[in-house]
């Protein structure tokens, strides 16, 4: 099965709250690991940290939409914390700034995402 094949079958199979889940952890994911390999790795630094910075955008701009069903309040959180992001990413491009915090975000955010010990699996609760 061709990468293609799988990830247009995982797409399908997957609610949005899976598929951001495992967003924010292939994005987390990069941006742990530029914080190992440090700006050694300048190419990798920095596509990571731009990949964080366009997730965060694309979450404010839905959230932007009137037509977005979250509630107005946490709408405006990510709103706001997109801000933050993108305020914070370019301290860590341009004043070295650590990344962790970056990192940080992005797991609480994955707790949310996250299924609950107990809960209904993701296919489950969807449906």
């Known amino acids: 099965m061709s990468i293609q094949a799988y990830q247009r079958a995982s797409a399908q199979a997957e609610n949005p709250r899976e598929t951001e889940y495992r967003l924010f952890a292939t994005i987390t994911s990069s941006l742990i690991k530029a914080k190992e390999q440090g700006r050694a790795h300048l190419g990798a630094y920095a596509e990571a940290l731009d990949k964080n910075r366009r997730l965060w955008t694309v979450l404010a701009n839905d959230c932007a939409n009137a037509e977005n069903a979250l509630p107005a309040p946490l709408r ?24 962790e915090p970056l990192i940080e975000v992005n797991r609480t955010v994955m707790q949310g995402l996250a299924p609950r010990v107990g809960a209904a699996p993701f296919a489950a609760a969807a449906g």
């Open 76 to 99: 405006a959180q990510i709103i706001s914390l997109s801000l933050w992001v993108s305020r914070q990413t370019s301290a860590v491009i341009q004043d070295g700034d650590d990344i």
